[in-house]
């Protein structure tokens, strides 16, 4: 299996400004320091190997949208956000639009950040494209209707040319899609948010965003870890520290990435995925957030849990396991 990161951003896109852009490009010719470079193969050294990672490159600021390739012929996508434009084009330019194929969609919610790129979505425009929204949210149709009708866009939803299909889901009830096993779980979120445990061929990877998890609460958490126990990866909302979380942003119906780390402790989870990144955080301090992460990790690992991998989403990952 393979996680491919399209957008990892929380609630809306952000784009990269340039003065953060001239800044990246100050620091790295600082460090260079006048350095002569005998080709291309010794500049492409010094970027990927030598240059701390938040000056290099770039977490991406596309809004949720992840490919999961489980060896299907049928292509299983997690949410709909700005990254599906970007998935959108790349399957035109390796299929074309004479080559019908089929997009399967698990949706977390309904809130416009995590289906605002389907208007966009080049597939949706092709006819013989076949689109299956699963979704547990009872009527998730209406919310592509409204956000896709004037004033807020020019082409109606009923407009689209490909056969779409909105398909219902319901939590402890597997499903087969795209060649793999689909389990739902209802998560704490204002208007209800579902996170998705996807398994084929013995590996499993676990999608949960726009979840809260109270500390409190020892009942959620072992519910939560019982959902995603032993998984290969797991994608976590780790939007905020948890000093947010518990003070200022308490109820907003997102978590952290201690959170993350404790409750894969628990389900002895193989690697953590930062995810859904708070917008207003910049490249140092989504890296900073991952660092202090990693190191929690090391301290707060009981005895008899094998050591977590921790990684921070960025827009282009790919992921194997």
Known sequence: MQAVIWGCR??????????TIQQKLKTALAQARGRQFADQAEIDRFVEQELP???ANSFGGNSSCVQID???DEYLICDLGSGLREFGTAMLQRHGPASPQTYNVL???LHWDHIMGFPFFHPAFIPGNKIRIHSCHPDPIEAFWRQQSAPCFPVDFDALSADIEFVPLVPGEPVEVAGATVHAILQYHEGDSFGYRIECDDRSVVYSTDSEHKQENADDLQKFADFFADADLVIFDAQYSLAEMVSLKEDWGHSSNLIGVELCHMAKAKHLLLYHHEPAYDDE???KMLQETIRYEELARPEDVPALKVSSAYDGMALSF
């Open 70 to 72: 489980t060896g299907s």
């Open 10 to 19: 929380g609630s809306i896109p952000v784009a990269t400004p340039a003065t």
């Open 53 to 55: 990672w938040p000056v």
């Open 285 to 287: 301090t989504l890296f």
């Open 107 to 109: 949706l977390s919610h």
